[in-house]
């Protein structure tokens, strides 16, 4: 039985039997969660209905290959309570599970990539964007629940390790600009983005996962006079007692992208046997890594659909002589080809599909052209032969600006699974 299969059985038993669940908002999020992760009963979803969903499959034909009859109530640690077959997904759950983690403010699971590739296993992801929630399902196979402020955080699955890549607008140079000139207020002042990572606090308070990582825009340490991060380092530190490291690291070393981020890691003191100075969180990659060149990742040919229009690409040069004019570099970022070894692209943002100003490729005989989205996933470590965007390419652009690095988070995933598997206290 393959995970489509598997899902739509659960969905027309609880259609047909549940009313109340399956008329819930979020319904198709605590469906495939169960789906998921059989063993372990999704936020909203009553005991009572669980043990149902859990008899559905205790009533497959255990003679049939994909079938295995009765429900395992003594099941180990990390092990599903049925064999699915998940060659339905592009990003399917690891064979061999080494720790769990729930994934916050998701995005299209830029962070859920890294950490299955090193044995994890997600048990509860959540992401507010409707947009963004049909990419993370479209290769994951679940649906994230939507707004974290409205989940009891003691329903949330007990989890060794906490992620989040939580919302940095609040914290972002371009989004404090844009706060001020509205008269609004920002960082921890803001009444909503600013408040989420009071949501992180309260799941580590309440749940005391092993680890966590938090990622962030490289702005985060220096914002408000440097109170922000040191509110943030007081509550993950002195107020929570995990022990704790943070670095910038630049995703330039893994493709040639400029992309800073600060890298935020901890582990519970309790659990883990860890000092801060032995925290590792890689700046460049720690084994033998084949890091893309700009002109490999750069298409020869590519649809003119690509192409600036004249109006765009006029405002854009009027508004790159503007700022040269006043003795600023700000303006487009335009690569002319051949495109030199070395060459590093600007940091591609949320806006990149308005007009592709971070960066353009010269077209000769004519006006330069955006990224393609193929182009655009490489230069986040993305894999356009198996990542998936069933989303418009307006949609498509923004979700890619707003994720990580996804070979930059892998190297610290890795070395935080070595940890959890090498230093946890008995």
């Known amino acids: 039985m393959n995970f489509e299969e598997a899902k739509d059985i659960v969905f027309n038993y609880i259609d047909l039997h549940h009313k109340t ?30 043990k149902k969903c859990c008899k559905i499959f205790s009533q497959l ?35 061999k599970t080494e720790f769990t983690f729930i994934d916050l403010f998701a995005g299209i699971g830029g962070f859920r990539i890294a950490f299955q590739s090193v044995g ?31 989940i009891k955080k003691n329903s949330i699955p007990d989890h060794d390790v906490l992620l989040a890549g939580f919302p940095c607008q609040p914290f972002s140079l371009a989004g404090i600009s844009k706060k001020k000139s509205l008269g609004r207020k920002h960082g921890f002042e803001d009444e909503t983005q600013g408040t989420l990572f009071l949501e992180i606090e309260e799941i580590l308070r309440q749940k005391q996962p092993k ?30 007692g995990y022990v704790v490291s943070w670095k910038i690291v630049d995703g330039a070393n893994w493709v040639p992208q400029h992309r ?12 883990i046997n860890i000092t801060r100075d032995e925290i590792i969180i890689p700046e460049k990659p720690c084994r033998k890594y084949n890091r893309p060149e700009l002109n490999d990742v750069i298409l020869k040919k590519v649809d003119d659909k690509y192409t600036l229009g004249p109006g765009t690409w006029s405002t854009l040069k009027r508004h790159k002589a503007h700022h040269a004019a006043a003795g600023n570099g700000f303006g487009y970022g335009l690569h002319t080809i051949p495109i ?29 052209r955006k990224l393609t989205k193929e182009e655009a996933m490489r230069l986040q470590g993305f894999d ?43």
Not at 124 to 141: H, I, L, V
Not at 262 to 267: A, N
Not at 342 to 367: C, F, M, N, P, W
Request: proline content about 7%; some cysteine.
């Open 21 to 50: 669940l399956s008329q819930h908002p979020e319904r198709n999020a605590i469906l495939t969660h169960w789906v998921l992760n059989q063993g372990t009963c999704p936020p909203v979803m009553s005991a009572n209905v669980f």
């Open 211 to 240: 680890a966590f990582m938090l990622e962030n825009v490289k702005n985060l340490l220096s914002h408000d006079n440097k109170r922000t991060f040191e509110i943030i380092r007081h509550t993950l530190e002195d107020v929570l």
């Open 384 to 426: 356009p032969e198996r990542f998936r965007f069933p989303v418009s390419d307006t949609q498509m652009y923004k979700q890619i600006g707003n994720s990580v690095v996804v070979p930059a988070v892998s190297e610290t995933a890795r070395e935080m699974a070595k940890v959890i598997k090498n230093k946890m206290i008995a």
């Open 340 to 368: 030199p070894d070395g060459s590093i692209a600007r940091t591609i943002s949320a806006r990149y599909h308005k007009d592709g100003g971070e960066v353009l490729i010269e077209q000769k005989g004519g006006r330069p």
């Open 260 to 271: 800073e981020r600060i890298f935020i890691v901890g582990y519970h003191p309790d659990k």
């Open 61 to 95: 034909d255990s003679s049939v290959e994909y079938g295995r009859s009765g429900i395992r109530e003594d099941g180990q640690p990390y092990q599903t309570s049925f064999n699915f077959v998940f060659d339905d997904l592009p990003y399917p759950p690891p064979k």
């Open 120 to 150: 994890g296993r997600c048990v509860f992801s959540s992401e507010w964007d409707k947009y963004a929630k049909k990419t993370y399902e479209a290769n994951f196979g679940e649906v994230p629940y939507g707004d974290i402020r409205k």
